[in-house]
């Protein structure tokens, strides 16, 4: 059996990522365990592991630092057992080197970039950006087979994590300019959409992360 640790700092919304996992997990092959959990020895020892996200980076950050040994606890798995990690919206952006919203705030680092305030150039494109868009680039990325081509994903943010290098995107997406939807490196993945709000292919995204063997 294989477990995922779906982190629970007091942010995001947790019972829906919670409740599409669960569902995600019925369609693989393998007996898979979610564990809602912010226990540094539970995390560490998970099989793969997700970080949800909602509101400001900054808030984030700091609810994750402020759960005793959660930082090190993740770093471990992913960094040290080389564990398949999913970040979802600000659970993604977390894994920049700073975030821009309010102040600088130091995120974890994992993939080198910065999280910036969209800004369309298209002034009929509101922020918040709210609603479906398809998706540029996937196809070839593991986490999006099966998907179909621009596959349409729920998005609701303000801001975006764009990495130094342009290698580490694994799909773009548009609103009023383009900027990065999901980012992969190794065994870190990361998306700005919500798959739990995505309908089926938002559950086939977790379904393949839930198969992912990077």
């Known amino acids: 059996m294989r477990t995922v640790a779906l982190i629970d700092y007091g942010a995001g919304n947790l ?13 693989v092959a393998a007996t ?6 912010a226990d540094p020895d539970a ?9 949800p996200g909602v509101g400001a980076f900054a808030a984030c950050m700091a609810a994750v630092e402020a759960r005793p040994g ?16 999913l970040g979802i919206c600000v659970g993604m952006q977390l894994m920049a080197t700073r975030g821009l919203e309010f102040r600088v705030t130091p995120g974890l680092n994992w993939i080198s970039g910065e999280v910036r305030r969209l800004a369309p150039a298209d002034r009929r494109c509101k922020i918040p950006h709210m609603g479906w868009n398809c998706l540029d680039g996937a196809d070839t990325a593991a986490m999006f087979a099966g998907l179909p081509s621009r596959a349409d994903m ?3 943010h303000s ?3 764009f990495p130094d290098d342009d290698a580490d995107v694994a799909a773009w997406t ?20 919500h798959p739990e709000k995505s309908q089926s292919v938002g559950l086939r995204l ?8 990077p």
């Open 70 to 85: 959660l930082v090190e606890a993740m770093t471990k798995a992913v960094h040290g057992r080389g564990a398949p990690f």
């Open 15 to 27: 019972r829906s990522a919670e409740k599409a996992l669960r569902k995600a997990a019925d369609a």
């Open 154 to 156: 729920y998005f609701t």
């Open 32 to 37: 898979v365990e979610v564990a809602v959990t």
């Open 43 to 51: 995390v560490a020892r998970a099989d793969a592991i997700v970080l």
């Open 159 to 161: 801001f975006a994590f």
């Open 206 to 213: 977790l379904a393949n992360f839930l198969e992912w063997r």
């Open 174 to 193: 548009d609103h009023g300019g383009r900027f990065p939807a999901a980012v992969m490196r190794d065994n870190l993945a990361g998306v700005q959409f």
